[in-house]
């Protein structure tokens, strides 16, 4: 048997490097809350496999690790032409860029969306004192574990989103977050939010792209709120390289008759862990999260999701699916809560998960907690292998296998990709799922 | 064509097929018949190289070489097709798209050069024409949310486009109403020529109306134990199976 020796206890390493970050703040109300969140940070403690929410994530490689806050490093500085590069291409956006979790204006490409929308930093924004900045900023999610209270005691620079009342933006808004190739192992904290005015309408792409180099942490949260008949589509890909830990949590306030769309698609990492919670706070609310992950050699991936229906007569769906080859994991846990006011709601959660390996290996946790009696709610669960029989159908069209099999799972993950509203981004999925695997694109 | 001789197979440990023959030349029509369970679905699967069944015995020449060495694909590029019983959905991926990629690699193993996209669009119209099949369905995913009638219409398109020397057609006329039934028929009828060749499994005399066979066998208990010319079939239409099968029991 080996004996453990807790060397140093990972919190206190998080607590000097926020220490740090706070230093440097210019805001004293955001210095003040991540002072707030450091004392906690200091009591607090990191989830084991002994947390039911974490119940089927090791953390424990990722919290040996002594990460090197990025802004205690030489920043990375990287030229126009490798943004045109990483970001997505195909389709025309408006573009927002963090490197190592640090905004970075010079190579951002929004001037236009200006004109329409507020934009600043979160810091700025409290210096500016922007009352909706501090209305909601930390206020839409809880803060309650150790990787809240890191986040929010350690980031330096994030966004703060204003979309007015009644704006639709034309174009999607591309959030491309670069993390990697700093000069030592690293972590980041970035923060954003959102919040979509009454009758907006609008569609992030949020793309996290790692370059290869030393290990790195992200952790990342984003609040988003919306208020009365607005429609935010939030479409999350997730690329990070494969010494990676990538923990992400967004979290979501919806306000009357608004609609909430978020499709999230995870490639790399060696370590993802998402959460996604929206609050369904009145009526008539629509939401979906949907999501898509592909997962290979030893990569561990973990979706969680929360739904909470306060109110009565809103709906929501929920649909992940997962491809698993190697020696892979996937976790995926969702759950919905229907409070006793949110009579006649609709909750609909489905996850199927697709097995290429004899090793790879999912677990799946639905939780359904219901407290009105008049309410829709279905969850189901499938985890199987490609379809023998629909294997063969192709075969006898003189496919070879290979390429039969990559048809098998471009139609498994059909029903996630379709949605999306931007055709050009579901040509990069398609093409992304194929490079994923190993696997040969059809045509 | 074809040759089989002495095949035996079986499913699950479980004997299905016990001993069958059969020669099908070029220009011919054969038409299988049988009651329930008699081997006729196992016999077409077994052709085209299911992996659930399991040759234990026989021989099954295709055009000079050895049938059963090949797998599934090998043997669509040697000019076997098989019109399923139960089509598969495949969302997500499209006629065209599947069609296209099936001929290329079709062509592929013959050392043929691929189609170009103009003579794959006239074939497709030309074709879609003669099973009634709009344009909008062959955009659409593979078999995806079509009707019984829709996917039974479909393998026959993919017959036509692929041109392949044998058909075997398993039960395509099974759950189809008459109008679909013709639709189909015709274009069994328009693809049959004297290069090719075309086995018909089916459980109904009248799929035999349209599409007339120049041979028809009755299967039972994994054997072929009558065989005739067309006639056979109105024979069977009247009495019924019991009258050949009586003896073999």
């Known amino acids: 048997?080996?004996?453990?020796?807790?060397?140093?206890?990972?919190?206190?390493?998080?607590?000097?490097?926020?220490?740090?970050?706070?230093?440097?703040?210019?805001?004293?109300?955001?210095?003040?809350?991540?002072?707030?969140?450091?004392?906690?940070?200091?009591?607090?403690?990191?989830?084991?496999?002994?947390?039911?929410?974490?119940?089927?994530?090791?953390?424990?490689?990722?919290?040996?690790?002594?990460?090197?806050?990025?802004?205690?490093?030489?920043?990375?500085?990287?030229?126009?032409?490798?943004?045109?590069?990483?970001?997505?291409?195909?389709?025309?956006?408006?573009?927002?860029?963090?490197?190592?979790?640090?905004?970075?204006?010079?190579?951002?490409?929004?001037?236009?969306?200006?004109?329409?929308?507020?934009?600043?930093?979160?810091?700025?924004?409290?210096?500016?004192?922007?009352?909706?900045?501090?209305?909601y900023f930390s206020h839409i999610g809880a803060n309650n574990t150790a990787f809240d209270l890191l986040n929010l005691s350690n980031f330096v620079g994030g966004l703060f989103v204003h979309i007015p009342k009644n704006v639709v933006i034309d174009k999607p808004i591309q959030i491309l977050n670069i993390t990697g190739n700093a000069g030592d192992i690293s972590f980041s904290s970035s923060r954003n939010l959102i919040v979509a005015g009454e009758n907006s309408q609008s569609t992030f792409v949020q793309k996290h792209i790692g370059i290869e180099g030393k290990t790195y942490f992200n952790n990342i949260s984003t609040e988003i709120v919306i208020e009365q008949n607005g429609i935010v589509n939030f479409y999350n890909v997730e690329l990070d390289n494969d010494d990676s830990f990538h923990l992400e949590k967004t979290d979501v306030y919806q306000n009357r008759d608004s609609q909430f769309h978020h499709y999230n698609f995870t490639f790399g990492g060696k370590l993802v862990r998402n959460d996604i919670s929206t609050k369904l706070d009145a009526e008539n609310v629509e939401c979906t999260l949907n999501g898509l992950y592909i997962a290979n050699d030893n990569q561990h991936i973990d979706n969680s999701t929360f739904i909470n229906h306060a109110k009565p007569h809103s709906t929501s769906n929920q649909l992940y699916k997962g491809i698993l080859d190697g020696k892979s994991n996937g976790v995926f846990s969702g759950k919905i809560l229907v409070a006793k006011d949110a009579q006649l709601t609709n909750a609909y959660q489905n996850s199927n998960t697709i097995l290429l390996s004899d090793e790879a290996k999912v677990d799946t946790r639905p939780q359904l907690e219901i407290y009105a009696d008049d309410v829709k709610c279905t969850h189901g669960a499938t985890v199987g292998q490609l379809d023998e029989s629909a294997l063969f159908y192709i075969l006898t069209r003189g496919i070879p296998k290979d390429k039969a099999k990559s048809m098998l799972i471009t139609a498994f993950a059909e029903n996630v990709v379709a949605d999306l509203k931007i055709a050009e981004l579901k040509d990069e999925i398609n093409h992304l799922i194929f490079k994923h695997l190993n696997r040969v694109e059809i045509l | 064509m074809i040759k089989i001789s002495n095949l035996k197979a079986k499913i699950d440990n479980k004997e299905i097929l016990r001993g069958l023959n059969l020669e099908v030349k070029a220009g011919e029509v054969h038409a299988i018949m049988g009651p329930n369970g008699s081997g006729k679905s196992t016999l077409a699967n077994v052709l085209t190289g299911n992996e659930n069944y399991e040759v234990t015995e026989g021989e099954v020449i295709f055009n000079g070489k050895n049938l059963l060495n090949l797998n599934p694909e090998d043997r669509a590029r040697e000019g076997l097709f098989l019109g399923f019983q139960y089509p598969v959905e495949i969302p997500g991926v499209s006629n065209a798209t599947f069609l296209q990629t099936a001929i290329n690699e079709i062509r592929k193993y013959n050392n043929l050069p691929e189609i170009t996209p103009k003579e794959f669009l006239d074939r497709m119209k030309e074709k879609a024409k003669i099973v009634g099949m709009d344009s909008s369905l062959i955009s659409r995913a593979v078999n995806t949310g079509f009707s019984g009638g829709e996917k039974k219409k479909n393998e026959i398109f993919q017959l036509l486009m692929l041109n392949p020397k044998l058909a075997i057609l398993d039960e395509t006329d099974s759950g189809l109403d008459i109008d679909a039934l013709r639709i189909v028929s015709q274009g069994v009828n328009e693809f049959k020529n004297e290069n090719n060749a075309v086995i018909l499994v089916t459980h109904y005399q009248r799929l035999l109306d349209y599409i007339v066979p120049d041979f028809i066998h009755v299967l039972y208990q994994g054997k072929i134990i009558k065989s005739g010319g067309k006639d056979l079939a109105l024979e069977l239409e009247e009495k019924g199976y019991d009258w050949i099968t009586k003896g073999e029991k």
């Open chain 1, 1 to 135: 048997m080996s004996v453990e020796v807790q060397k140093n206890n990972p919190i206190d390493h998080y607590v000097s490097s926020a220490e740090n970050a706070i230093r440097n703040s210019e805001s004293n109300y955001l210095s003040e809350l991540q002072k707030q969140a450091t004392l906690q940070l200091q009591k607090s403690q990191f989830p084991t496999l002994k947390d039911e929410d974490w119940k089927y994530t090791n953390l424990k490689k990722l919290l040996s690790y002594q990460f090197v806050h990025t802004s205690n490093l030489e920043k990375v500085i990287l030229p126009k032409s490798d943004i045109d590069n990483l970001k997505f291409g195909s389709f025309d956006s408006y573009l927002l860029v963090f490197v190592n979790g640090i905004f970075e204006k010079h190579l951002s490409d929004y001037s236009e969306l200006s004109n329409k929308v507020f934009i600043n930093t979160i810091s700025d924004s409290f210096v500016s004192d922007n009352e909706i900045a501090k209305k």
